[in-house]
């Protein structure tokens, strides 16, 4: 049974930072591409960032470009979301997705297990 945990999230003032991160068993991690998505209210769920198979090749939406890092540790099962410079628009709840494909992909649609979400609150 593929379990994806995710972890990290809570409350951060305007201009702060939170780590995320996502623990995966029942998988081979190491030939999961990973990813992080984020859901709020009334929307559809969009893609923040993702990190494919090795050499780690990363991807970010362009709203969280350069404020968020994606990195992953096989050996632990696990990938992380770096959020810096958070904003009120940053709030949501986020959810990590592996992909047993060696590319990335930004549509939730390709994404073959999902964790159950971590809520992040960013106050102005």
């Known amino acids: 049974q593929v379990q994806l945990v995710e972890s990290g999230g809570g409350l951060v003032q305007a201009g702060g930072s939170m780590s995320l991160s996502c623990t995966a068993s029942g998988l081979t991690f190491s030939k999961y591409s990973m990813a992080w998505f984020r859901r709020t209210p009334g929307k559809d769920r969009e893609f923040a960032a993702a990190?494919?198979?090795?050499?780690?090749?990363?991807y970010y939406a362009d709203s969280v470009k350069g404020r968020f890092t994606i990195s992953r540790d096989n050996a632990k099962n696990t990938v992380y979301l770096q959020m810096n410079s958070l904003q009120p628009e940053d709030t949501a709840v986020y959810y990590c997705a592996a992909l047993g494909d060696p590319h990335i992909a930004t549509s939730e649609r390709a994404y073959d297990y999902w964790g159950q979400g971590t809520q992040v609150t960013v106050s102005s």
């Open positions: 990190v494919s198979l090795s050499p780690h090749v990363v």
